[in-house]
C-alpha cells in the first residue's frame, strides 16, 4: 500500500464496479449512456494502473504492493494480492486493453449493448485478480469466473456457429481448471494448511512422481490456455465465432493467463518436474511453432488464419520458459506482451473489414488499398510485426527466444527459426490478397475508409508496437529481478538425488 | 414447573405442534378461497418455530426423555435451516398453487406436519425416534403429492413415491432390529459404545449395517437406490417437487450424522466403502442422464442424484472436517435448489407449467433480471466460482483429499464437468436463443423479491463464504463432543 490505499483492489475493483453500472443502465435505450459510462470506466481503470509502473522498485524480485486480509480462516485463505515485474507487465496489458476493446465496440454492437460492455470490464477485473492473487484459491476463482463473461460474450454476440464455439470452449477450459483444483488441494495438504502460492515456491515437493502429478494436473489447466499444441482446437472455433472484441481480448490476454500459470505455478512449484518434462514441452510447442504455422498458411479466414498464428507464436512463449535461460524467458515474456499488441491489433483490422463487408473469407477481397488507404498502411504495420520485422515489437521476443535456444540446442533454435519464414508466408500472402490487386468486387468499391474512432485506436496501436520494437528497455526492465530470481529458483532441485 | 423447565429443548417441536393442530381447525373457518389467514398464520409459527430455537438454544448437549431426544448445535442449525428453507417454499409456491386450486389449508397443514417430521428426525438420538420422524415426515410427503387428484402423473408419482419409499423404511426397519439384536440398544450413543467396547456379532452389526445404508440411499435418492427420484419429481406439482428436494436433504443429512457417525463410527472402515460406491455411481448416473433429458425438473431430479453424490465423498472421508463439508453442502444445496425449483414456479402460468427447457429460451430478453438470477444458479450448481456451489464442492474435496481419496476426488471432479454441460445448456437457453414465446412473465411481488434475494445470496455467499462454512464446520464438531 504505498499510496496509503489498496491499490491492487482498486485495479480490479473498479471495472467491475463500473461493469455493474453499466449493466444497471437497462436494456437498449440507454445505450448510449452505457457506452458513456463503459468508456470512463475503461480509461479510468486504465489510468489506476499507471502508478504500478511508475511506482514499481525494479530492484527487488519480491512482491510489491501487496495487500493481505483474512477472507476464508478455516481454511487459511487469504485475500492475498500483489505483484512482480511479470505479472505487473500484463496488468497494464490488460488494462489497456479494455478501453480500445470499448472503442472498438462502440458502433458495431447494436444489441444489448449495457450488458457487451458489461461483460468486458467485468472481465477486465477479473483478469487483473487473476494477474494479481498471491492466494492459490484466490487466483482460482477469478481464474474461473473470467470464463462466464467470455462464454456470454462469444455466445450472445457472436457468429453463427457460436454456440458451440462457446460450449467448447467453456468446458475445454473447465476441465483443465478442475485437474488444477486438485492439484492445488493436494499442494495445500502438502504443505501443512497453506494456500499461500509463495509458499507452494518454497515448501519440499520431494518425490519426482508427486512432481510429475502435480505438473500434469498444472498442464491440463495452463495448456488448453495458452492454447498447445494438443489442446488447441477450441481456439480457432472461440476466435471465428466471437465478436471483434471479444477475439481480441481472447488473444491479447486470455492466452497470456495461460502462459502465466506456467511461470507462477508450474515451474517454481514442480521445479524438477518442469526439468524432467522440458523436452516433452519443448517438443510440443515446436509443433506448435512448425505445424500450426503451416496449418495457418491453408487458412481461408482469415480470423482463423490469425487466430492459428496465435497459437504458433504461443509455441514461442512456451518454448522460451522451457528452456530455462535468461534470454528465452525475457523472450517469452516480451514475445507475450508482443502479441497481446499485434493479435489484438490483427482482430481489430479484420473486425474493420467485417464491420463493412460482412465477410471474414479472403476471396472476398482484393483491392482494398484503393479505397482505404489509411487502414491499408495500419494493417500493413501489424501483419509486418506479426512477421517478426525488426524494428517492431515482434521481433524483438522471437530474436531473443532463437537466441536462447542457440544457447541450448542448435536444432531447437533452427525448428523455432523457420517461423521468421512460415510467419511472413501466411501473413503478408493473405495481406496481399487482401489488400493489393484491382478492386475484387462491389463490396470492396463501397468501402469507405476507417473514421477518427478506429484511427484513434490504430494510431495507439501502433505506436506501442513501433515503441516496444524500437526500444524494449522499459519492458525488459521492470521483469529482470523478478525473471532472475525464478531462474535461480528453478535450478533449485526440489528433489536431492 | 421444573419438568416445564426441563423441556426447553422440545419447546419448538411442542409449539409447532400446537399451532399445527390450530391451523387445521382455524382453517375449518377460514372460507376466503385464497386462504391469506392461514398462510400468515403458518409463516408466523415458523418464525415462532426460529425464535424459539434461539432462544432455548445452549451450549453443549442436552438430552431428553431418557435418551431418546438430543439438542445440540447442529440440530439447532439444521433446524433454524428447515424452517427457512419451508418458509421460502411457501412464498415461492404461494401463486403457483393458488393458480391450480392446490393453495389449501390441508397443504399447509402437512408442510407443517413434515417439518415437525424433519425436526424429530434432526433431533432424535434412538432409533425409534429417528424412525418416527422419518415417517411422519414420508407420510405427509406422499400426501402433498398425491394433493393434485385430477392429474394423473401427479397420483402415479405419489403411489411409486409411496410404494419404494415404504420399502425403504421396511429395510431401515430390518436393519435396526438387526443392530438391536447384535448391540442390545436402539440408542445411538450406546450402540456406538457397545461396538467399541463390547464384543458384538460383527457378521450381525455389519449386515444390519447393509440394511441401514441401503435405506439411507434410498431417501437420500442415492444410486442404485434412485428410481423414484425422477419420477416423482417430474409427476408431483412443481411445489411439492420444491419441498421433497430442499429441506428433507437437511433432515437425511442429519439423519445419516446421527446414525451413520454418532452410532456407528467404530464401524467407519465399512460404511465409508459402501458410500463411496453410492458416491461413485450417483455423480455418474446423476450426471450423465441428466444430459438426455428436456424435462427441467427431471434434470433437476438426476442433478439432486449428483449432489447427493457429492455430499457423501464429505461424510466418507469421516473426519470432523469431512462431516462439516458435508452439512455445508447440504446447506448451499438447499439453497440453490430453493432458487431453480422458484425460478420454474415464476416463470409458470395459470394452466402452463415451465418445465420443459425450451420455457427457458431466449429469457434474457424476456427479463434480463431473472436471467442473471438463474445464471448465477447454474453456475453455483455447476461449482463455478465465485459463486458458493464452488465451496460447498472445494470443501468437500478438500476433505477427501486430506484422508487420501486421491482418485475419488478426481473423479468426483471429472464428473462435475460433466455436470457443467447441462447447466451450461440452460445458461445457453436463456441467453443465447430466442425466446418462443412472448407471453409476459407474471411477475408475483413477494417471489420475485425472494429469488432475487436468493440468487444474489448464493453470489454473495460465493465472495464470503468463510462465516456459514464456519458455522457449519463448528456445529458438528459441537455435537460430536461426547
Given at each position: 500500500m504505498i499510496f496509503g490505499y489498496p491499490l491492487l483492489s482498486v485495479v480490479i475493483w473498479l471495472p467491475i464496479i463500473f461493469g455493474l453500472l453499466v449493466l444497471a443502465t437497462?436494456?437498449?435505450?440507454n445505450a448510449h449512456l452505457a457506452r458513456v459510462i463503459a468508456l470512463v470506466g475503461a480509461v479510468l481503470s486504465f489510468l489506476v494502473t499507471l502508478p504500478l509502473y511508475t511506482g514499481f522498485d525494479r530492484m527487488t524480485s519480491a512482491m510489491q504492493f501487496v495487500v493481505r486480509e483474512d477472507w476464508i480462516t478455516r481454511f487459511n485463505i487469504h485475500y492475498h494480492l500483489g505483484v512482480d515485474g511479470i505479472s505487473v507487465l500484463f496488468v497494464l496489458l490488460n488494462s489497456f486493453f479494455t478501453p480500445l476493446v470499448v472503442i472498438a465496440g462502440w458502433k458495431v454492437i447494436e444489441k444489448r449493448v449495457a450488458q457487451y460492455m458489461a461483460a468486458f470490464l467485468i472481465m477486465s477485473g477479473l483478469v487483473n485478480g487473476v494477474f494479481a492473487s498471491l492466494d492459490a484459491i484466490l487466483f482460482y476463482v477469478f481464474w474461473e469466473a473470467m470464463l462466464i463473461p467470455m462464454f456470454i460474450i462469444i455466445g450472445v454476440w457472436g457468429g453463427p456457429n457460436r454456440v458451440y464455439a462457446a460450449v467448447k470452449f467453456f468446458l475445454f477450459t473447465l476441465l483443465g481448471s478442475l485437474l488444477m483444483l486438485v492439484a492445488l488441494l493436494y499442494l495445500h495438504q502438502q504443505s501443512g494448511g497453506s494456500f499461500e502460492i509463495l509458499d507452494f515456491h518454497r515448501m519440499a515437493m520431494p518425490s519426482l512422481s508427486a512432481q510429475i502429478f502435480v505438473f500434469i494436473a498444472f498442464f491440463m489447466a495452463f495448456s488448453v490456455k495458452v492454447p498447445m499444441f494438443p489442446v488447441h482446437t477450441w481456439l480457432p472455433d472461440a476466435h471465428v465465432e466471437a465478436p471483434t472484441g471479444g477475439s481480441v481480448v481472447l488473444a491479447a490476454i486470455m492466452l497470456k493467463v495461460g502462459a502465466y500459470g506456467f511461470i507462477r505455478f508450474s515451474m517454481p512449484i514442480v521445479p524438477d518436474a518442469s526439468h524432467y518434462l522440458a523436452p516433452v514441452m519443448i517438443a510440443l510447442s515446436l509443433i506448435a511453432v512448425v505445424y500450426i504455422g503451416l496449418v495457418a498458411l491453408t487458412q481461408a479466414d482469415m480470423k482463423k488464419l490469425v487466430a492459428y498464428s496465435s497459437i504458433s507464436h504461443m509455441g514461442f512463449v512456451t518454448l522460451g520458459f522451457f528452456i530455462f535461460n535468461p534470454y528465452g524467458m525475457e523472450g517469452a515474456l516480451l514475445q507475450m506482451i508482443s502479441h497481446g499488441f499485434v493479435a489484438g491489433a490483427l482482430f481489430l483490422c479484420i473486425g474493420v473489414l467485417y464491420d463493412r463487408v460482412h465477410s471474414r473469407q479472403i476471396v472476398d477481397y482484393g483491392g482494398v488499398a484503393n479505397k482505404m488507404p489509411v487502414f491499408a498502411a495500419f494493417f500493413m504495420l501489424f501483419a509486418m510485426s506479426n512477421s517478426?520485422?525488426?524494428?517492431?515489437?515482434?521481433?524483438v521476443g522471437e530474436f531473443m527466444v532463437i537466441m536462447g535456444a542457440v544457447k541450448v540446442n542448435f536444432w531447437y533454435a533452427f525448428a523455432a527459426a523457420s517461423t521468421l519464414i512460415f510467419g511472413a508466408a501466411y501473413t503478408l500472402w493473405m495481406y496481399k490478397r487482401v489488400i493489393f490487386g484491382a478492386v475484387a468486387n462491389d463490396h470492396v468499391a463501397h468501402l469507405h475508409d476507417i473514421g477518427t474512432r478506429e484511427k484513434i485506436v490504430f494510431a495507439v496501436l501502433a505506436v506501442s508496437v513501433l515503441a516496444m520494437g524500437l526500444y524494449p528497455l522499459p519492458f525488459a526492465d521492470i521483469m529482470h529481478a523478478s525473471v532472475n530470481d525464478l531462474l535461480v529458483h528453478l535450478a533449485t532441485p526440489k528433489v536431492l538425488n | 414447573m421444573n419438568l416445564l423447565a426441563s423441556l426447553s429443548p422440545v419447546y419448538a417441536e411442542i409449539f409447532l405442534l400446537v399451532m399445527v393442530s390450530a391451523i387445521l381447525i382455524a382453517d375449518l373457518f377460514i372460507a376466503n378461497h385464497t386462504k391469506t389467514l392461514t398462510y400468515l398464520l403458518v409463516q408466523l409459527s415458523l418464525l415462532g418455530c426460529s425464535l424459539i430455537t434461539v432462544a432455548t438454544h445452549q451450549d453443549g448437549i442436552a438430552h431428553l426423555f431418557n435418551h431418546m431426544f438430543v439438542d445440540d448445535m447442529m440440530s439447532d442449525v439444521l433446524k433454524l435451516l428447515v424452517y427457512l428453507s419451508v418458509s421460502m417454499m411457501l412464498v415461492y409456491s404461494r401463486s403457483y398453487l393458488l393458480m391450480r386450486g392446490l393453495f389449501t389449508g390441508e397443504f399447509m397443514a402437512l408442510a407443517l406436519f413434515a417439518t415437525l417430521g424433519m425436526m424429530v428426525m434432526i433431533s432424535a438420538s434412538n432409533f425409534l425416534t429417528l424412525y418416527l420422524g422419518l415417517e411422519l415426515l414420508a407420510l405427509s410427503q406422499y400426501a402433498m403429492v398425491a394433493l393434485q387428484r385430477d392429474s394423473a402423473v401427479a397420483t402415479e408419482a405419489a403411489m411409486k413415491y409411496f410404494i419404494l419409499g415404504a420399502m425403504a423404511s421396511g429395510f431401515l426397519l430390518y436393519g435396526m432390529s438387526m443392530l438391536y439384536g447384535a448391540t442390545g440398544s436402539l440408542d445411538v450413543n450406546r450402540i456406538s459404545q457397545v461396538i467399541q467396547h463390547g464384543a458384538p456379532n460383527k457378521t450381525l452389526l455389519v449386515f444390519g449395517l447393509v440394511f441401514i445404508v441401503s435405506g439411507l440411499a434410498f431417501k437420500l435418492g442415492a444410486v442404485p437406490f434412485h428410481m423414484w427420484v425422477p419420477d416423482v419429481y417430474n409427476g408431483a406439482p412443481t411445489a411439492m417437487t420444491m419441498f421433497i428436494g430442499t429441506a428433507p436433504k437437511l433432515a437425511a443429512f442429519a439423519f445419516v450424522m446421527r446414525i451413520l457417525?454418532?452410532?456407528m463410527q467404530p464401524l467407519m472402515i465399512d460404511w465409508s466403502g459402501m458410500l463411496m460406491i453410492l458416491a461413485v455411481l450417483s455423480m455418474a448416473v446423476g450426471n450423465i442422464t441428466a444430459i438426455a433429458q428436456t424435462n427441467i425438473k427431471r434434470m433437476f431430479a438426476y442433478s439432486t442424484i449428483a449432489h447427493m453424490g457429492f455430499l457423501l465423498i464429505g461424510v466418507l472421508s469421516g473426519t470432523i472436517e469431512g462431516y462439516g463439508s458435508s452439512m455445508f453442502y447440504a446447506v448451499v444445496y438447499v439453497l440453490m435448489s430453493l432458487g431453480g425449483f422458484g425460478m420454474i414456479m415464476l416463470l409458470s402460468r395459470e394452466g402452463f407449467e415451465a418445465d420443459n427447457l425450451n420455457d427457458f429460451k431466449g429469457l434474457n430478453q424476456r427479463s434480463p433480471w431473472l436471467a442473471f438470477m438463474m445464471l448465477l444458479l447454474m453456475f453455483s450448481m455447476a461449482g463455478v466460482?465465485?459463486?458458493?456451489g464452488f465451496y460447498a464442492k472445494f470443501s468437500v474435496l478438500n476433505a477427501a483429499i486430506q484422508t487420501g481419496h486421491i482418485t475419488l476426488v478426481v473423479m468426483a471432479v471429472l464428473f462435475s464437468l460433466i455436470g457443467a454441460f447441462y447447466y451450461l445448456r440452460i445458461v445457453k437457453l436463456m441467453y443465447f436463443d430466442t425466446p418462443?414465446?412472448?407471453?409476459?412473465i407474471n411477475i408475483q411481488p413477494d417471489s420475485s423479491l425472494l429469488i432475487s434475494i436468493n440468487g444474489l445470496a448464493v453470489l454473495a455467499l460465493g465472495i464470503l463464504p468463510g462465516t456459514l462454512m464456519t458455522v457449519c464446520a463448528v456445529s458438528v464438531q459441537q455435537s460430536l463432543l461426547h
Open positions: 437497462g436494456n437498449d435505450r517478426g520485422l525488426p524494428g517492431t515489437s515482434g521481433f | 457417525v454418532e452410532g466460482p465465485p459463486t458458493v418462443e414465446s412472448h407471453e409476459k
